[in-house]
């Protein structure tokens, strides 16, 4: 056994193999500081405690893994083994994490991330099918259809507008700025009016930008249903009370920012006037989740009934639309799929949302 010191571990490696050879056990290294006056200038030094192997020794060695063996005969070695030792962790960390039947469950697990499904929920979700029907020797087509069956159940709360001939239904829509609030309006205003031949009025509650009412006028002009802009609340329920004989009243409003708290509470006031209206929160799909958390969470003070999501053609991955609903059962209303008047938006359909989760 010999103990050897240099300036570097590869410098010290290097004494040990010509002095002992490849063979050579690395017992314990240690760095230190070396000379210096009172503590300053001093140098680190490295010393590596050596021997030679003997049958002796590896048995040694075995009983004590954290010492390094082979591995530390190359000292550029030394900071890949700290890596893999660290993944090695982390691995471990996310398998005891794993639910029971990972055997089958984790090929499932790596779509479900995918697919940008949270991994706690990703966890939560493959742990709900791993009951009684569910075991590790089952096959990966079992496991798909229960993994179907359960996210189906979480994608069945679907509604659009509802409207019937004995009253006015009025639906706002919020939500943050661009995601398509105004645009979806006029998709639904018109599908209202040319297909299902109802009698839609509009109202723009957003006169914060002058193009934003012009925006809305246009197509209000184009499906031939009258707007009217207001600018207050009792502006607001004025409009209502007088277009009562219609069948359906769609509400804009001004895009806000989830995390400005005054703007938020002014279309709280806004939408409290009148408490038949059914608030939609309109979101994009290209929002991440952590964002979209922030939304419904900031949002929730105008307490929305449903979700409307937009611009699923610039994102294809449901999974922030999954993770919400998983987090807030919310009903699901309409699916936004492209920027085209009104072609481009459909009710939200279980089956369809299922499949695109588990898309491979
Ligand atoms: N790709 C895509 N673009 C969309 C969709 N819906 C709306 N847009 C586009 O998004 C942009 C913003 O749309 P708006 O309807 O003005 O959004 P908004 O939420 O009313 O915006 P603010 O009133 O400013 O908060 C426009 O360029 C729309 O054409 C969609 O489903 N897909
Ligand atoms: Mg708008």
């Given at each position: 056994m010999k103990s050897y010191t240099a300036n570097s571990m590869q410098e010290a490696m290097v004494q040990v193999k010509s002095e002992l050879g490849r063979d050579a056990v690395i017992l314990h290294t240690r760095r230190f500081r070396m000379g210096g006056f009172l503590g300053f200038f001093s140098k680190e030094k490295v010393e590596v405690t050596a021997a030679v192997d003997s049958a002796d020794l590896k048995k040694v060695v075995k009983k004590t893994p954290a010492l390094l063996t082979?591995?530390?005969?190359?000292?550029?070695m030394l900071p890949l083994q700290a890596e893999l030792t660290n993944m090695h962790k982390m691995l471990e960390a996310v398998l005891t994490k794993l639910?029971?039947?990972?055997?089958?469950a984790s090929p499932f697990l790596q779509l479900l991330l995918r697919n940008d499904v949270a991994l706690p929920i990703a966890n939560s979700l493959l742990k709900e099918i791993?009951?009684?029907?569910?075991?590790?020797?089952?096959d990966a087509a079992l496991t798909r259809h229960l993994l179907h069956e359960r996210i189906a159940h979480y994608f069945s709360n679907i509604e659009g507008i509802q409207i019937d001939s004995a009253s006015c239904r009025t639906v706002a829509l919020i939500g943050?700025?661009?995601?398509g609030k105004t645009t979806t309006i006029a998709k639904i205003a018109a599908d209202f009016t040319l297909k299902q031949g109802s009698k839609v009025a509009l109202i723009t509650a957003?006169?914060?930008?002058?193009a934003a009412v012009e925006q809305l006028k246009t197509y209000a002009d184009i499906i031939g249903v009258p707007l009217d802009i207001v600018y207050s609340a009792e502006e607001l329920k004025q409009a209502i009370d007088r277009h009562q004989d219609k069948d359906l009243i769609l509400v804009d409003t001004a895009g806000r920012s989830p995390g400005n708290l005054s703007h938020l509470t002014e279309l709280q006031a806004l939408l409290a006037v009148d408490p038949a209206i059914e608030t939609y929160l309109v979101l994009s799909m290209t929002t991440k989740y952590q964002d979209a958390l922030d939304i419904v969470e900031k949002f929730s003070v105008c307490t929305p009934q449903k979700l409307l999501f937009t611009k699923a053609d610039e994102s294809t991955n449901i999974g922030t639309l999954f993770n919400l609903i998983y987090r807030f059962p919310m009903t699901l209303s309409y699916i936004a799929t492209g920027q085209d008047v009104p072609d481009d938006i459909e009710l939200a359909n279980t089956d369809k949302l299922t499949n695109l989760l588990l898309k491979e």
């Open positions: 082979e591995q530390a005969e190359d000292a550029r639910p029971d039947g990972e055997g089958q791993s009951g009684t029907q569910f075991t590790a020797k089952s943050p700025t661009g995601v957003d006169t914060y930008r002058i």
